[in-house]
């Protein structure tokens, strides 16, 4: 059966993750993480493709990015593919499949899901139990949009900068938004349509 075609639209943000092999772990040390991360960045660089929100958790990796062109999410994924991959091979002196062999992607058709997605990405480690506080994890672009961290990844988004007049009322505006966690109908209805490849109706966004 043929697979359905990706969308992907050009200056349109997307939701894109990415999985390990079987969900075997991607990142086995911080080694790991500060590589993936140097070579997403400068895949991203040479494509001039946006990344607004990502964390990278064991053994996969959420991103929210603004294409400037529809092949840029897989000529990104297909960097990693290559460069990462083979330093993985080499330095944990494994072979095979690391990643799954499609990365999943869903279309941010609106402001509203475009901050509702970032909370569901920088909100993985809360849900996957592995700290209290979004702000407690590392690799992730939380304490850059909350608190004003560097992170030579992010590039705010227009939206983003709409949330106050200077950097610091947007960012205490950003963290309130984390006061309440999501609904499980929200999480669960954002995980099928990345997994099915469609964007999430407007009306499915309830109490967010």
Excluded at 123 to 151: C, T
Aim: net charge positive.
């Amino acid at each position: 059966m043929p697979r359905s075609p990706r969308v992907v639209i050009p200056e349109v943000p997307v939701h894109v993750i990415q999985r390990g092999h079987n969900r075997a772990p991607t990142f086995r040390c911080a080694d790991d993480f500060r590589r993936y991360r140097e070579t997403l960045f400068e895949a991203c660089q040479r494509v001039r493709c946006a990344i607004h929100a990502y964390v990278f958790m064991t053994n996969h990796a959420h991103l929210l990015i603004t294409p400037e062109d529809r092949d840029d999410p897989a000529r990104i994924m297909q960097a990693i593919g290559r460069r990462y991959v083979r330093y993985v091979n080499k330095r944990h002196r494994r072979t095979g499949a690391l990643w799954e062999g499609r990365f999943r992607s869903s279309v941010i058709h609106s402001e509203r899901y475009l901050f509702v997605c970032s909370r569901y990405i920088e909100l993985n480690p809360v849900r996957a139990a592995m700290v209290h506080d979004p702000d407690q994890y590392r690799w992730s672009s939380f304490g850059h949009n909350a608190y004003g961290e560097p992170d030579e990844l992010i590039t705010p988004h227009a939206s983003y900068l709409t949330l106050g007049s200077s950097a610091e009322e947007r960012q205490t505006f950003y963290r309130a938004l984390f006061e309440d966690p999501l609904d499980a109908r929200t999480v669960d209805d954002i995980r099928r349509a990345v997994n099915q490849g469609t964007a999430l109706r407007e009306e499915e966004l309830v109490s967010t």
